[in-house]
């Protein structure tokens, strides 16, 4: 089952904070983050493992509970160049290599 | 220069007419994957491969084929199209399929079926 993110579309002002949270119903080992442009492909942001919190890409950061588990991705100050649907990914643990994607968060940001 | 490079980028075919994505990466990338993008529903897996010879099932495969004859190639084969299977597909290649790898993805292929 799809992991779940909220909200699922936010429109800011430049300069402005968000945060998209990725809620699952299965364990999470690790969380990972993405940003695709409209038409284009996703592009990785930054990596969670259990156990621990990465921060990868300008003003980004993110936070992983693997008791709840959630992560939360956290833009501040954003910049135009922010604006895409955010995925969080994850690889099932039913002991298979399947990779999921969460539901997205659609960001637009305006000037 | 590292990339995972899939073609056709743009498809328009008829119901019932085989066709084949290829897909390729240069980074000796052991795990390959293919997925699906469509409005509302997000990227869904169809196939992935851990390794040469080595695939298994997404989380919508009815009406796909995949082969991984070499490491470097992963095509996603549409035996009979039909219309339900125009989409937006991405080739997306890691190190391997653990958790901790990143995946790297195509520019994607964009397949309509009349």
């Known amino acids: 089952q799809q992991p779940v993110q909220s909200p699922q579309a936010v429109i800011l002002r430049e300069g402005e904070d968000a945060v998209i949270n990725c809620s699952s119903s299965?364990?999470?080992?690790?969380v990972h983050w993405y940003r695709q442009k409209h038409g284009e492909a996703p592009v990785f942001l930054m990596i969670l493992l259990k156990g621990g919190e990465q921060k990868g890409h300008e003003k980004i950061s993110a936070s992983f509970n693997e008791k709840k588990q959630q992560s939360s991705l956290y833009l501040t100050a954003s910049q135009l160049s922010y604006s895409g649907t955010y995925f969080c990914?994850?690889?099932?643990?039913?002991?298979?290599?399947?990779?999921?994607f969460g539901t997205g968060t659609r960001l637009k940001v305006l000037a | 220069e590292a990339q995972v490079t899939q073609n056709p980028r743009y498809l328009i075919t008829v119901t019932g007419k085989k066709l084949t994505v290829t897909c390729s990466q240069n980074m000796n990338h052991e795990y390959m994957s293919w997925y699906r993008q469509d409005p509302g529903l997000g990227l869904r897996q169809i196939y992935y491969s851990m390794n040469v010879e080595v695939t298994d099932k997404g989380d919508v495969p009815e009406g796909y084929k995949v082969s991984r004859k070499e490491k470097r190639n992963f095509p996603l084969i549409l035996e009979s199209p039909s219309p339900n299977q125009t989409s937006l597909y991405f080739c997306?290649?890691?190190?391997?399929?653990?958790?901790?790898?990143?995946?790297?993805f195509g520019a994607g292929s964009r397949l309509t079926v009349l």
């Open positions: 299965k364990a999470l080992y690790s």
């Open positions: 990914g994850t690889v099932s643990t039913s002991g298979t290599y399947k990779y999921i």
């Open positions: 997306a290649s890691s190190l391997s399929g653990a958790g901790a790898n990143v995946l790297t």
